[in-house]
């Protein structure tokens, strides 16, 4: 496709449940990054990969979020044992380098609803 | 810490007004700076970057920005605004040696009204 896409787009599940979201960055891109957009903490990195590889987990807010990347291509992240704090907006993003003069470019988000 | 400090959470202008909107960031070595913006039910999207060079930047529909170092700034500013530019906008710095990750600030809700 032309862009970022995600899936699923909406996600709504039970406290304690485990969930995947899924990132489809842009053909080529070897760049990606997650971010989360939440009402209380805007906009928050969470973790970039560089291929297949995540030089940066830094914004990873516990142990129960991990995330991988496979084939230099699609990157799940997964959220086990979910709590109510984990609801947010999840963005994906993907560059073309890692360069910082590549602009990232961001899908749609998969919006996370913990009950 | 590196961070970005949006001062207005929401701007409400009528259309043709001129459009200024603040950030400034916390960092003391080189940066890359960017706006983003998200219209209603679309993703966040580049509007404009500075990486060196002209401080003054112009970017997507009519919008510009000026890099303003001794005052750690980077403002959006635009002419005249229309009605299609309700949405909102979000600086973002990139730091050297910072894995080319995005630091955002909370964002600028801008509603334009006919």
Redesign the interface.
């Known amino acids: 496709g032309a862009g970022v896409s995600q899936s699923p787009s909406n996600k709504v599940t039970e406290k304690g449940k485990d969930v995947e979201l899924r990132c489809d960055p842009i053909s080529g891109h070897t760049?990606l990054?997650w971010?989360r957009q939440s009402l209380g903490q805007?906009?928050?990195?969470l973790i970039?990969f560089q291929g297949n590889s995540a030089?940066?987990k830094s914004?990873l807010p516990s142990d129960r979020f991990s995330a991988e990347r496979t084939g230099g291509s699609v990157s799940t992240l997964t959220i086990q044992r979910t709590q109510q704090e984990d609801s947010a907006v999840y963005?994906c993003?993907s560059?073309l380098l890692?360069?910082?003069?590549?602009?990232?470019?961001?899908?749609?988000?998969t919006r996370l609803t913990v009950l | 810490a590196q961070s970005v400090s949006q001062h207005n959470h929401h701007v409400i202008l009528s259309e043709a007004a001129s459009l200024e909107l603040g950030c400034n960031y916390s960092y003391g070595g080189t940066v890359n700076l960017f706006w983003y913006v998200q219209y209603p039910g679309q993703h966040l999207q580049l509007l404009l970057k500075y990486f060196s060079g002209d401080p003054l930047v112009k970017g997507i529909k009519g919008f510009e920005a000026e890099f303003i170092k001794s005052k750690f700034s980077f403002n959006l500013r635009k002419p005249s605004v229309q009605w299609s530019d309700t949405a909102e906008y979000f600086c973002a710095l990139m730091f050297s040696g910072g894995y080319n990750k995005l630091i955002f600030g909370a964002g600028t809700r801008l509603a334009v009204h006919p």
Do not use: M, N, V
Request: glycine content about 16%; proline content about 8%.
């Open positions: 760049a990054y971010y805007g906009l928050e990195f970039y030089p940066d914004g963005l993003a560059s890692a360069d910082s003069t590549d602009t990232q470019y961001f899908g749609p988000g």
